[in-house]
């Protein structure tokens, strides 16, 4: 995998937001972090990520909501996004979302890479 | 003779980074089991378990109801549960409340531990920034076990060793750099 891709990961839990970080740093990604979908369109356009994490539920707009407008956005737009839950409907929540993948919680190490991997690897 | 039977680590806010640092020093061949208490959130188990498994060649789990204990071994707390030290050295898990906001809570199993291990117990409490693990500390000593701290001059949140090092007859004060010699060499040649 090329090193230096930046990766958002939009996510309340911070152990979750501690190990992604730790690992994706490990594999040679830039990381940035929120626990917030505040603002989510200028969060995302002031890191201007290669690939997004983004958690079901967040404490301000729901990650569909996120998901949604980022989708919306012409500058945006191209930016894979994927979608976190433990839910079980979590293939109709990515879906109506406008999600590109997803990832359910639980997840391993190996799953957390492919994914990042999958959507970096491209250019 | 072996003078120790169980390593229990105590950590919460700050305490990831000290396992990183340790756990790849820790000899492969330990003669006893090492057990780890964090307070976590649900969601990130698996990647946990994955993370501290990349770091040593011993075997890391996380803990399963019943489940014997063996040595050369780490265990990892489930979220969401206590974990108790049986007689019969199995580990079992409590759902009930949480204790000092946390659940697992470091105490319920350095107390339960103190019980089933006595004297032949070493407990370890990092960085963090509530009280809990202090009561368990207290309880490991009256039960003749050993008890250390992360220096909590150094530590990323200093709280919960500083009151440990002010409240708890404390053994050994530890730099992160430390610990790995230090539980190495309790394990019997």
């Known amino acids: 995998m090329k090193k230096g891709k930046k990766i958002f990961i939009f996510d309340d839990?911070?152990?979750?937001?501690?190990?992604?970080?730790?690992?994706?740093?490990?594999?040679?990604?830039?990381?940035?972090?929120?626990?917030?979908?505040?603002?989510?369109?200028?969060?995302?356009?002031e890191y201007e990520p290669d690939i997004i994490f983004m958690d079901n539920w967040l404490p301000d707009i729901s990650g569909i909501e996120a998901t949604k407008k980022l989708k919306a956005n012409n500058r945006l737009q191209h930016i894979p996004v994927i979608y976190f839950s433990a839910n079980n409907n979590i293939s109709a929540l990515a879906k109506?979302?406008?999600?590109?993948?997803?990832?359910?919680?639980?997840?391993?190490?190996?799953?957390?890479?492919?994914?990042?991997?999958k959507y970096t690897d491209t250019e | 003779m072996k003078n120790c039977d169980a390593f229990i680590i105590g950590g919460s806010a700050g305490s990831l980074d000290v396992l990183l640092k340790v756990l790849p020093s820790i000899n492969s061949a330990i003669s006893f089991p090492i057990i780890?208490?964090?307070?976590?959130k649900p969601g990130a188990d698996q990647l946990l378990t994955d993370l501290l498994s990349s770091k040593t060649k011993l075997l890391v789990k996380e803990i399963e109801?019943?489940?014997?204990?063996n040595d050369a071994s780490i265990y990892i707390a489930p979220s969401d549960y206590h974990l108790l030290i049986e007689n019969n050295?199995?580990?079992?898990?409590?759902n009930s409340e949480k204790i000092n906001y946390s659940r697992p809570s470091i105490d319920v199993t350095f107390q339960s531990a103190a019980?089933?291990?006595t004297d032949k117990l070493v407990c370890l409490?990092?960085?963090?920034?509530?009280?809990?693990?202090?009561e368990g500390l207290k309880k490991v000593k009256e039960n003749g076990g050993k008890v250390i701290i992360q220096n909590p001059r150094s530590a990323v949140v200093s709280y919960m060793p500083a009151q440990a090092e002010l409240k708890v007859n404390i053994d050994a004060i530890l730099e992160i750099e430390e610990m790995a010699d230090y539980i190495n060499q309790l394990s019997e040649s």
């Open chain 1, 96 to 117: 109506e979302a406008g999600a590109d993948d997803y990832l359910s919680k639980p997840f391993n190490i190996s799953a957390l890479e492919d994914m990042v991997k």
């Open chain 2, 36 to 40: 780890i208490v964090l307070h976590r």
């Open chain 2, 115 to 117: 019980e089933v291990y």
């Open chain 2, 125 to 134: 409490l990092l960085s963090g920034s509530n009280d809990d693990g202090i």
């Open chain 1, 13 to 45: 839990n911070e152990e979750l937001l501690e190990l992604c970080t730790i690992i994706l740093e490990d594999l040679g990604c830039e990381i940035k972090t929120s626990a917030t979908s505040n603002n989510i369109e200028k969060q995302v356009k």
């Open chain 2, 89 to 94: 050295q199995t580990f079992s898990l409590d």
């Open chain 2, 65 to 69: 109801e019943k489940e014997k204990i």
